[in-house]
């Protein structure tokens, strides 16, 4: 289970991506999250899934949709 407060949720996600996973599609599926929640979540503040980061990025940041 993911974090509630959206600046941890956003620390442990992308530790987890930097560390663990290859994709947002394998970390969610691996903990049996749902991904657009996720994407939803920290969309809600200001942060967006960067696939060629692999990372969730400050929303003027990202280089790949």
Avoid at 40 to 59: I, K, P, Q, S
Wanted: hydrophobic share 40%.
């Amino acid at each position: 289970m993911l974090p509630k407060d959206v600046n941890i949720l956003l620390s442990v996600v992308n530790t987890k991506l930097r560390d663990e996973y290859a994709s947002l599609s394998d970390l969610c599926a691996s903990l049996d999250e749902d991904e657009q929640d996720v994407k939803t979540r920290l969309g809600e503040a200001g942060w967006v899934y960067d696939g060629a980061a692999n990372a969730f990025v400050h929303g003027a940041r990202v280089t790949d949709r």
